[in-house]
């Protein structure tokens, strides 16, 4: 019988925002963010996944994401080496989940193959953006370098535009420019529920393309705590409206703009 094992990859539930500024609105189709390691904990790369007739292998972070159709749908994972595990998600509107899926039973060892592959779409459209030179970007290869340590560490040496505020364990980005600069209504606090939470104008936050926070009061603050350093193809920052681009452009895009790029095939 196999047995899988599923759990919070970044203990985290992220909401796309709705119903502030003219932002499109996605009906019907939510996100599925996940990761698959053995019963160790070890990320595993190359393992092939299918859900709703699409397919995709993960990363060497063993990370993979789909849009999908609100709904229940079947997944399945398979690598040569470990039985072929399958499972079920439960996909709603506008939502970004984040799961974990452990794949057992190892039977054999086989020496790893190293794949050079061509940029992806939304790796040239990053290379794009960093020939303007109009924000900060941190590339992969100076990511590989630091990707031991802390992802809080590397933000606030590689991010001028960026200062971190901590409470209660956490750490949320926020901008470094003067109150007299801001709209006093981007200030927020990180837990709106929170009364003793930081007050800051909170940087809105995208992985690959979609929107995980935007600071409209209506959703905690991104946890940088939550993320590692080795799951990410890039980094981009933007320090205000005025430099963001269009892509990125939003009513909360005064306080910054922070995209991440996970280490997909």
């Not at 160790?40 to 849009?67: A, H, M, Q």
């Not at 956490?170 to 939470?197: C, F, H, K, L, Q």
């Not at 935007?214 to 590692?228: H, I, R």
């Not at 939003?250 to 703009?257: E, F, L, R």
């Given at each position: 019988?196999?047995?899988?094992?599923v759990i919070?990859?970044f203990?985290?539930?992220?909401?796309?925002?709705?119903?502030?500024g003219?932002l499109?609105a996605?009906?019907?189709?939510?996100?599925?963010?996940?990761?698959?390691?053995d019963?160790?904990?070890t990320p595993?790369?190359?393992?092939?996944?299918?859900?709703?007739?699409l397919?995709?292998t993960?990363?060497?972070?063993?990370?993979f994401?789909?849009?999908?159709p609100?709904?229940?749908h079947s997944?399945?994972?398979?690598?040569?080496g470990y039985a072929?595990?399958?499972d079920?998600?439960?996909?709603?509107?506008?939502?970004?989940i984040?799961?974990?899926?452990?794949?057992v039973?190892?039977?054999?060892s086989?020496?790893p193959?190293v794949v050079?592959?061509?940029?992806?779409?939304?790796?040239?459209?990053?290379?794009?953006r960093?020939?303007?030179?109009?924000?900060?970007?941190?590339?992969?290869?100076?990511?590989?370098?630091?990707?031991?340590?802390?992802?809080?560490s590397v933000?606030?040496?590689k991010l001028?535009?960026?200062?971190?505020?901590?409470y209660?364990?956490?750490?949320?980005?926020?901008s470094?420019?003067?109150n007299?600069?801001?709209?006093?209504?981007?200030?927020?606090?990180a837990?709106?529920n929170?009364?003793?939470s930081?007050?800051?104008?909170?940087?809105?936050?995208?992985?690959?393309?979609?929107?995980?926070y935007?600071?409209?009061?209506?959703?905690?603050?991104?946890?940088?705590n939550?993320?590692?350093?080795?799951?990410?193809?890039?980094?981009e920052?933007?320090s205000?409206?005025?430099?963001?681009?269009?892509?990125f452009?939003?009513?909360?895009?005064?306080c910054?703009t922070?995209?991440?790029?996970?280490?997909?095939?």
């Amino acid at each position: 019988m196999v047995l899988t094992q599923v759990i919070g990859i970044f203990g985290l539930s992220l909401a796309t925002a709705m119903g502030v500024g003219p932002l499109p609105a996605r009906a019907q189709v939510g996100s599925l963010l996940g990761r698959v390691t053995d019963l160790r904990g070890t990320p595993l790369g190359g393992v092939d996944v299918s859900v709703v007739g699409l397919r995709t292998t993960t990363s060497d972070s063993g990370l993979f994401r789909f849009n999908l159709p609100a709904g229940t749908h079947s997944i399945s994972f398979r690598r040569v080496g470990y039985a072929p595990v399958l499972d079920s998600i439960v996909v709603t509107d506008e939502s970004i989940i984040n799961r974990q899926f452990v794949l057992v039973s190892p039977v054999t060892s086989l020496e790893p193959v190293v794949v050079v592959r061509p940029l992806s779409p939304a790796m040239r459209r990053f290379e794009d953006r960093k020939r303007t030179q109009h924000g900060t970007f941190i590339t992969y290869e100076s990511l590989k370098q630091d990707q031991g340590k802390p992802l809080r560490s590397v933000l606030a040496r590689k991010l001028p535009g960026v200062s971190f505020v901590t409470y209660r364990g956490a750490m949320y980005a926020t901008s470094r420019r003067g109150n007299s600069e801001i709209d006093p209504r981007m200030r927020i606090r990180a837990i709106p529920n929170d009364v003793r939470s930081p007050q800051a104008c909170y940087v809105q936050v995208f992985l690959d393309g979609s929107r995980m926070y935007a600071p409209d009061g209506s959703s905690n603050a991104l946890d940088v705590n939550d993320f590692q350093t080795r799951d990410f193809e890039a980094i981009e920052f933007y320090s205000g409206s005025a430099n963001t681009p269009p892509e990125f452009s939003s009513p909360w895009a005064q306080c910054g703009t922070l995209v991440f790029w996970t280490r997909l095939p």
